[in-house]
């Protein structure tokens, strides 16, 4: 029954001729393609006035590098790095975010008011991501404000004696930008507190209201990633500086893409691949032995050996990465080594495994598998033991064997497990099995042209050459970025196939 | 199909899988024990290593038996254990801390997005997820801790940053909504139950193997950490014992330290190779005892883990 009169209300709500929701949106379209406009980089955001003193307190002559006296938000950086006025860097990176998130979200918006389909909750979708368009313009807005009053007291602080006066202040566009986006987002709101009571929904501060204690929950969660994850993604702009200890992290001087040019022309490729190839190779290989043996596990009758065998396969998962190293050193050291003393006894000649690096890529490979077998062997067994009784004995019936019955009925259903298993794993392509990496291999030059990937380069530059930190920054954001592009297709091609399975 | 039919195929598909049966049967086994060796024989050669004499090891190398039982390498560490003392006790105080107070900020945040009243739990649980597909990498991360909080060398940097992983947050949720049906927590909500005593009364006393099991997670990783103390860590009063492990095996000097130290009271010397043998028996005691005990656990959240993908 309130399904039904839900789906009425709903029906008619949608269909109600709300002329001020129609007229609203299609002023709403035409506001964000003129913040659009206004926010890309053809319009001067802040002008420089008195360029001359404040060419002279930076000590450049704007002549000589290059460097103009208007400039959109967007293309600040580009003062910043002509003039090497490092203090200005940091605060100019957060402006061109906020513009380039404004630009982002209000496309999103305006793509979706073009599509136009209202979902369950009518339009109330498409306000939050046009509330959210209006508030990022309208920081952004305030930001070029309030970066203009920042660059002057910086610049005046930089020589006390010339007295430059307010050399920075923003050019009618910001006004622009934030007088409209304050209006529209008025005009959202307004909007939106009408859909709303169609749909029984409230916003957040009443949901605050009736939920405190949830929020309260929250807290310790919020600050951890905060500090963790949220607060550190700042850190990208170290990426694009020249770190020195003098200036200090946020007002090393700007140096562009300075830092991602050097990586490109010395190891960048060289990381990628070793990265790559061994992500795959473990994909692969550890997948299929997984599904192996956890097919051959579940096959297994008897208990006490199929208990013990599981027990045995998950050990190495239990011993931290330092004793692999143990382990590994015991097995191949060239003169007391395991495998040396083997040959050795036998007369052979002696392998010498830390100085050979044609060797490193199969014994990483060897040795994540070993690692990861139990774990992996267990999640697949998980959903083996989920599978009915019904189907076996339905093609046993039907004169399958056991082989038939693995081919036909085990493994397609362990296909979506295997699906979102390769999901995870394709989405952290870009990051490195570090600390197998690190312990196996160290500190070991040698071999670091097949086993350094792009984890262990990081944590080397980081604790040993912390003046190259720029670098380290720039091949961490590559990672992040490229990992985030990989997950972002990979989902998008799962869930244009078979939604289930997607991600988000 | 009629009853007859039905019988001649049973009759058939019993001789056939008779057949296959055999042969699977040897292969399944015989590569279930070859790979449960190889998973166990490098313990073997290390726990072996530990007791041999230094001096054959030097001339023979390692094998799978003790050569010449001794004690040596076992001696050795504890002439003078104070160090590695120390390391155990700050392990156990960072498992012991960091277990602890994860295991409440992972319930309730866990609570908290298991509720579906709650208007915001899908954006909590995309801001919580999102941390596993982007970040700002490493540098940032580090400085964050050191530069801007100046928190090098605390005890609090070594376990803050492992109380939580979004993982853990999923899993412990998938337990809360397993156990837990959500018509029991509204019908205490009708009751007048606060949600701080739905967590307490009602979810609490029945979570008990989402507990143990993101505990042992939590847990293991703590003991099994040395990246931390390597970045962290000023001094060894505040080291890791598997760092401490680490350093001892990768530098001949810590081993020399060791024997000078030996020195000034009386000279002892140091079994260089069998005395990292030793050391790793020594850190991963602790997690091969407990292993049996909470394999179980393990797998449980492996499982559920995998279940919900």
């Keep these: 029954m309130t399904t039904v009169t839900a789906n009425n209300s709903l029906a008619v709500s949608l269909n109600k001729p709300v002329a001020n929701r129609r007229f609203g949106l299609l002023i709403s379209l035409f506001i964000s393609v003129i913040i659009v406009l206004l926010t890309l980089p053809f319009l001067n955001w802040i002008l420089i006035g008195n360029d001359a003193k404040v060419a002279k307190s930076l000590g450049v002559s704007f002549s000589e590098v290059g460097a103009k006296t208007g400039y959109p938000a967007i293309l600040f950086l580009d003062f910043v790095q002509k003039t090497g006025a490092g203090k200005l860097g940091f605060p100019a990176a957060l402006l061109l975010m906020l513009c380039v998130a404004s630009i982002v979200v209000h496309v999103l918006f305006i793509a979706r008011l073009l599509i136009n389909k209202p979902n369950k909750k009518g339009y109330l979708g498409l306000f939050s991501i046009g509330k959210a368009a209006y508030i990022l313009t309208i920081l952004s807005g305030l930001g070029g404000i309030g970066y203009c009053i920042y660059a002057n007291v910086t610049v005046e602080a930089l020589k006390k004696k010339t007295v430059i006066g307010n050399a920075f202040h923003p050019s009618w566009v910001v006004y622009a930008v934030l007088v409209i986006g304050i209006a529209a987002y008025v005009m959202i709101k307004i909007m939106e507190a009408e859909e709303r009571k169609l749909y029984h929904e409230h916003g957040l501060l009443k949901e605050i209201k009736k939920n405190w204690i949830l929020f309260i929950f929250l807290i310790p969660c919020f600050i951890y990633f905060l500090i963790n994850n949220y607060l550190p993604m700042s ?31 010395s190891d960048l490729w060289k990381l990628t691949r070793n990265t790559l190839l061994y992500n795959i190779a473990f994909i692969v290989l550890g997948n299929s032995f997984q599904i192996f043996f956890a097919i051959l596990v579940s096959q297994c009758g008897v208990r006490w050996f199929k208990r013990t065998s599981q027990t045995l396969l998950l050990m190495p998962h239990f011993v931290s990465y330092v004793i692999l190293k143990v382990l590994v050193y015991n097995i191949l050291e060239y003169k007391m080594g395991v495998i040396n003393s083997a040959i050795a006894a036998a007369g052979g000649e002696r392998i010498d495994f830390y100085n050979t690096p044609a060797w490193w890529p199969f014994l990483i490979t060897f040795f994540n598998l070993w690692k990861g077998l139990g774990y992996g062997t267990v999640v697949y067994l998980a959903t083996i033991m989920g599978i009915s009784d019904e189907y076996y004995e339905a ?49 070991n030059g040698m071999l670091y042209n097949v086993t350094d990937i792009l984890d262990t380069y990081v944590y080397r530059v980081t604790i040993s050459q912390p003046l190259n930190m720029g670098w380290s920054t720039a091949a961490g954001l590559y990672q992040s970025v490229f990992g985030l592009i990989v997950v972002m297709i990979t989902n998008a091609i799962i869930k244009h196939s078979n939604p289930d399975y997607a991600l988000f | 199909m009629s009853k007859e039919e039905k019988v001649v195929f049973k009759g058939g598909t019993k001789i056939k899988k008779g057949a296959s049966g055999i042969t699977f049967d040897i292969i399944k086994y015989a590569l279930l024990t070859i790979a449960s060796i190889i998973c166990v024989v490098p313990f073997i050669l290390i726990i072996s290593g530990s007791f041999s004499s230094n001096e054959v090891i030097m001339r023979e190398g390692y094998g799978f038996l003790p050569k010449e039982f001794t004690t040596e390498a076992y001696q050795a560490i504890f002439k003078y254990p104070q160090e590695i003392l120390n ?63 100046g928190l090098k060398g605390s005890t609090f940097i070594i376990w803050f940053p492992a109380i939580m992983t979004p993982f853990f947050v999923i899993l412990m949720r998938t337990f809360i909504t397993g156990s837990v049906p959500d018509a029991i927590i509204e019908s205490a909500k009708i009751d007048g139950a606060g949600e701080g005593k739905i967590l307490l009364r009602i979810v609490l006393p029945v979570l008990g193997p989402g507990l143990a099991t993101v505990g042992l997670f939590l847990a293991l990783g703590y003991w099994n950490d040395w990246y931390r103390s390597s970045l962290f860590s000023t001094s060894k009063s505040t080291y890791e014992l598997q760092f401490y492990l680490y350093n001892m095996i990768n530098s001949a000097k ?8 030996g020195a000034g009271v009386g000279a002892i010397s140091v079994p260089s190779q069998t005395t990292k043998l030793a050391m790793a028996v020594v850190t991963t005691g602790p997690v091969l005892l407990f292993y049996p005990f909470v394999q179980k656990y393990f797998v449980s959240g492996i499982t559920v883990g995998a279940v919900k993908g």
């Excluded at chain 1, 170290?238 to 990586?263: C, K």
């Design chain 1, 235 to 265: 850190g990208i702009y170290f990426a694009f500086t020249r770190f020195n200890f003098r200036d200090g992290l946020f007002s090393s001087p700007f140096v562009g893409l300075d830092n991602f040019e050097y990586l490109v022309k």
């Design chain 2, 87 to 149: 390391a155990y006790e700050m392990t156990i105080y960072y498992t012991g801390v960091g277990t602890a107070v994860g295991l409440t900020v992972i319930v309730l945040t866990a609570y908290v997005i298991s509720r579906k009243t709650f208007k915001y739990r899908n954006v909590v649980s995309f801001l919580i997820y999102f941390t596993t597909i982007f970040g700002g990498g490493m540098v940032p991360w580090y400085l964050m801790y050191t530069t801007i909080l």
């Design chain 2, 254 to 261: 810590a081993l020399q330290e060791m024997s000078e130290s």
């Design chain 1, 395 to 443: 093609a046993k019936i039907d004169g399958a064997n056991i082989f038939q019955q693995i081919r036909f009925i085990t493994l397609p259903l362990l296909k979506p497990t295997f699906i979102i298993l390769l999901l995870y794993a394709i989405g952290g392509i870009f990051k490195g099995q570090f600390e197998l990496f690190w312990q196996m291999v160290g500190s």
